[in-house]
């Protein structure tokens, strides 16, 4: 007698030294001892035969996916970004039967995707492993056996992180996005002349602080707590994020928390930039402390991507940075904070990262800083016994 995790109980016997488990679970313990005493008379009475091996089930991804999908708890952003790719990269895969697809088979699908959006591939390949690792798995709530003997979704970290170049790309001197080159200050100089005045704050505040999009164009008056000094002038300002805009769809615009503690947090704007910012928001900004800091032109709502990019291209191909995406202005401002000295727990705090990994992306840009270290480590050297190279 087993006692599963949903709280069902599996009936277990052997015959002759064999183990023979029931084709179901039951709800009390009082039923499963009932249920082998059967089987013990067939046993008795020479009637009793081995209970033929429940089919498996034949489901196709289609089916599986869906079904999937309706057993988690995913933000709208999410769940339009699932379906997005199941219709998508994933959608080649919807008539086999889970139990058709192979390794061998999902390698093929892999490399059929090309290299021209990584990132995409990739995300659509660790959906495509969590949905068939489930399937993996026996059922927690009614103890069905896992539809799949193992996860066929096993590529190797040699096949993930392979990169082709093609004859006509190499041909061009193109070469692969290996990681993104950070924007210069002479760059982001560039880029905040090349941009209408009142997205100017917007680029300096991606790049310095850091903030994500979303976080960014929502914003309000209140988020922003700048402290003015004795004589009049911005002494320190402060962002104070705790909310996020997402877009589902392109015409809905979803408000809500972060998705862990570590996305609340205060963010300390370097000095520099507040008086630019105080004058944005006299121009700029919605009226009142709910006003957004950055607004839409044409709604006055929050801003969407699309309408970011249509000024911003430009101001990026002025700065000869045509590979610079919005969300490298982030890894800029991460990059710039650790070459300041900045500790693995303060980049935490500063991009609102819960997981250490994330933020030690951005921390190997700090290995700039070793040529000034080793500078320094001379200095030390020369003021000691007259100079002398030690």
Same mark, same amino acid.
């Given at each position: 007698?087993?006692?599963?995790?949903?709280?069902?109980?599996?009936?277990?016997?052997?015959?002759?030294?064999?183990?023979?488990?029931?084709?179901?679970?039951?709800?009390?313990?009082?039923?499963a001892n009932a249920w082998l005493s059967l089987r013990q008379?067939?046993?008795?009475?020479?009637?009793?035969?081995?209970?033929?091996?429940?089919?498996?089930?034949?489901?196709?991804?289609?089916?599986?996916?869906?079904?999937?999908?309706?057993?988690?708890?995913?933000?709208?952003?999410?769940?339009?970004?699932?379906?997005?790719?199941?219709?998508?990269?994933?959608?080649?895969?919807?008539?086999?039967?889970?139990?058709?697809?192979?390794?061998?088979?999902?390698?093929?699908?892999?490399?059929?995707?090309?290299?021209?959006?990584?990132?995409?591939?990739?995300?659509?390949?660790?959906?495509?492993?969590?949905?068939?690792?489930?399937?993996?798995?026996?059922?927690?709530?009614?103890?069905?056996?896992?539809?799949?003997?193992?996860?066929?979704?096993?590529?190797?970290?040699?096949?993930?992180?392979?990169?082709?170049?093609?004859?006509?790309?190499?041909?061009?001197?193109?070469?692969?996005?290996?990681?993104?080159?950070?924007?210069?200050?002479?760059?982001?100089?560039?880029?905040?002349?090349?941009?209408?005045?009142?997205?100017?704050?917007?680029?300096?505040?991606?790049?310095?602080?850091?903030?994500?999009?979303?976080?960014?164009?929502?914003?309000r008056r209140r988020d922003l707590i700048i402290t003015i000094?004795?004589?009049?002038?911005?002494?320190?300002?402060?962002?104070?994020?705790?909310?996020?805009?997402?877009?589902?769809?392109?015409?809905?615009?979803?408000?809500?928390?972060?998705?862990? /503690? $570590?996305?609340? =947090? !205060?963010?300390? #704007?370097?000095?520099? @930039?507040?008086? +630019?910012?105080?004058?944005?928001?006299?121009?700029?900004?919605?009226?009142?402390?709910?006003?957004?800091?950055?607004?839409?032109?044409?709604?006055?709502?929050?801003?969407?991507?699309?309408?970011?990019?249509?000024?911003?291209?430009?101001?990026?191909?002025?700065?000869?940075?045509?590979?610079?995406?919005?969300?490298?202005?982030?890894?800029?401002?991460?990059?710039?904070?650790?070459?300041?000295g900045a500790t693995l727990a303060e980049l935490m705090n500063?991009?609102?990262?819960?997981?250490?990994?994330?933020?030690?992306?951005?921390?190997? /840009? $700090?290995?700039? =800083? !070793?040529?000034? #270290?080793?500078?320094? @480590?001379?200095? +030390?050297?020369?003021?000691?016994?007259?100079?002398?190279?030690?």
């Amino acid at each position: 007698m087993q006692r599963q995790r949903s709280g069902h109980y599996q009936a277990v016997y052997k015959v002759k030294g064999k183990r023979y488990i029931a084709p179901v679970t039951f709800f009390t313990k009082g039923d499963a001892n009932a249920w082998l005493s059967l089987r013990q008379a067939e046993i008795l009475e020479h009637r009793w035969k081995p209970a033929p091996p429940p089919e498996p089930e034949n489901v196709t991804f289609a089916d599986y996916s869906s079904r999937w999908l309706v057993g988690r708890e995913l933000s709208p952003k999410s769940l339009a970004e699932y379906h997005k790719m199941l219709n998508g990269r994933l959608a080649v895969l919807n008539t086999f039967t889970l139990d058709q697809i192979t390794p061998s088979l999902i390698k093929a699908w892999w490399e059929d995707q090309g290299d021209k959006y990584p990132y995409a591939r990739r995300r659509c390949y660790e959906l495509l492993r969590a949905i068939l690792a489930t399937a993996s798995r026996p059922d927690e709530d009614t103890d069905a056996p896992a539809l799949l003997a193992a996860n066929p979704a096993r590529l190797s970290s040699k096949t993930l992180n392979r990169r082709r170049i093609s004859i006509d790309s190499t041909s061009r001197g193109a070469q692969p996005r290996t990681r993104v080159q950070p924007a210069t200050l002479q760059e982001l100089a560039a880029i905040m002349d090349a941009m209408p005045e009142r997205y100017r704050a917007m680029v300096l505040l991606a790049a310095w602080c850091a903030p994500r999009f979303g976080e960014l164009t929502e914003l309000r008056r209140r988020d922003l707590i700048i402290t003015i000094g004795a004589d009049g002038l911005p002494s320190s300002g402060m962002l104070h994020i705790v909310r996020a805009v997402t877009w589902p769809d392109p015409d809905t615009a979803i408000v809500k928390e972060p998705k862990t /503690a $570590a996305g609340v =947090r !205060d963010v300390a #704007i370097p000095p520099h @930039l507040l008086p +630019m910012l105080l004058d944005h928001v006299d121009k700029w900004a919605a009226p009142g402390p709910n006003g957004l800091v950055f607004p839409s032109v044409e709604s006055g709502g929050h801003m969407k991507h699309g309408a970011l990019y249509k000024v911003y291209r430009r101001g990026r191909k002025v700065a000869g940075r045509e590979d610079l995406r919005w969300h490298d202005l982030r890894h800029t401002g991460a990059t710039m904070a650790a070459q300041a000295g900045a500790t693995l727990a303060e980049l935490m705090n500063r991009l609102g990262h819960s997981n250490v990994n994330a933020a030690l992306i951005y921390q190997h /840009a $700090a290995a700039g =800083r !070793d040529a000034e #270290i080793a500078r320094r @480590l001379s200095v +030390m050297a020369a003021g000691v016994e007259g100079g002398r190279t030690l």
